[in-house]
């Protein structure tokens, strides 16, 4: 790799043979070489504008690295913005303080957990992760989302099917690494944040459009290092249904987000005592694409596991388990194509994960923190992931830190 620190923007330069330069904020964090890798193919496509940037909690991931921007002109890669289109993180202030707070968590946990449907039943049981009924105050939420929904399936007429349940997992938190926590910061103020995307119609959505592009690949004979790397081409049908449909997913997502802010909030009103939505608000997508103007050109940019942080804009950049979170305010730094990162980002798999740790690891891990202690959620304890406080540190020239959250309650999928 030939590389060299630009020492007045942070980042790291790294010349890709026969592709676009990288430019990777991660001095200090650990970089797997199979990420490295991946990163140099996406590098290599020949509709990359300017450079790839590499945010500091970058780890390998499927169809594009997890932590990477791709800025594109006339091409999208549909495996970079992958199956969870839309996924963010929301992030509310209350007026609540500490003291509010009972002694025993546990208690508002289990509303949580009541009043949001998480997780899934193993195997070909039915997904209790959604509504079976959705509530009569969700309908109001979906009526805008219907017409655009119908757009996308008369478009595909594939989709039918699980777009059939897209209303019942709006407002539901969905599996893996999505959570719900209520978390203190520096002044001891009580925030509501939660961590979840476009759920089961936005990973059919996904997986449609990435088999249409592997089959215009073929179709083209376009040979590419990553079979994942399968692109549309501007100007195609398949290329303006894309758009279209993970636009409407992106909506979902954000939407989907704002109705379980509204449930967590209520079993907190519930659990401890009636309070006020503070103005400090964030909901941010990092699993996305959208058109804006880098370098005096109108490109498509795919944040996969990045915040876009513009001069100004509010992010979230949440920890593991058990570690801190932050809530930060762009810089608008150019060369990053205004992002910053997602999370600490993943230092080891999921398997690894499960079979590095025990579930008393775990338990020391998050001690002080009410969640799950069981088998079931290893592959999500803090030693799976980065240090934290180092990938903030990579990246002091993207973002300033406005608030500092630390987890009491943790709701996971």
Not at 57 to 65: C, E, L, M, P, S
Not at 74 to 83: D, E, L
Not at 266 to 292: D, I, M, P, W
Not at 333 to 356: E, L, T
Request: a positive charge.
């Amino acid at each position: 790799m030939n590389a060299s620190t630009d020492q007045g923007t942070g980042y790291v330069y790294s010349a890709t043979p026969g592709g676009a330069p990288i430019k990777s904020w991660t001095k200090g964090v650990p970089v797997e070489e199979q990420a490295w890798n991946q990163v140099q193919n996406v590098a290599r496509l020949p509709f990359v504008h300017r450079h790839v940037a590499v945010m500091p909690d970058v780890h390998w991931g499927i169809g594009a690295t997890v932590g990477s921007v791709i800025p594109t002109s006339g091409a999208i890669v549909p495996a970079a913005v992958g199956v969870d289109i839309g996924c963010g993180v929301m992030a509310v202030r209350t007026s609540l303080m500490a003291a509010d707070l009972p002694d025993n968590l546990g208690g508002l946990r289990t509303e949580i957990e009541r009043r949001v449907p998480h997780g899934r039943t193993p195997g070909r049981g039915r997904d209790k992760g959604s509504w079976e009924e959705p509530p009569a105050e969700l309908a109001a939420d979906w009526l805008p989302l219907q017409g655009g929904l119908d757009e996308v399936v008369a478009r595909a007429p594939r989709l039918t099917r699980p777009a059939r349940r897209a209303q019942l997992h709006l407002g539901t938190l969905g599996t893996g690494n999505h959570f719900i926590e209520i978390c203190l910061d520096e002044e001891d103020r009580v925030w509501a944040m939660l961590h979840s995307g476009s759920r089961g119609i936005g990973n059919a959505i996904g997986r449609f459009y990435i088999e249409q592009a592997k089959e215009d690949m073929r179709r083209y004979f376009i040979n590419l290092p990553d079979k994942d790397l399968a692109y549309l081409v501007e100007g195609s049908s398949h290329f303006k249904d894309y758009v279209r449909a993970v636009s409407w997913a992106q909506k979902f997502a954000f939407a989907n987000r704002e109705a379980m802010m509204e449930r967590v909030l209520g079993a907190l009103r519930k659990v401890v005592r009636s309070f006020q939505r503070t103005e400090e608000a964030v909901n941010c997508h990092h699993n996305y694409v959208a058109r804006e103007d880098h370098f005096k050109k109108s490109v498509w940019v795919t944040r996969k596991g990045a915040v876009r942080a513009r001069k100004g804009d509010l992010g979230i950049i949440p920890g593991s388990m058990g570690a801190r979170s932050y809530i930060v305010a762009g810089k608008g730094n150019k060369d990053s194509f205004d992002s910053c990162s997602h999370g600490a980002g993943r230092v080891m798999s999921r398997g690894d994960a499960r079979r590095s740790f025990t579930l008393a690891n775990h338990r020391d891990a998050t001690m002080g923190v009410e969640c799950r202690q069981d088998e079931g959620v290893i592959d999500e304890t803090p030693g799976a992931y980065k240090d934290i406080d180092a990938v903030m540190a990579a990246q002091t020239s993207l973002v300033d830190v406005v608030h500092t959250l630390k987890q009491v309650v943790c709701v996971k999928g």
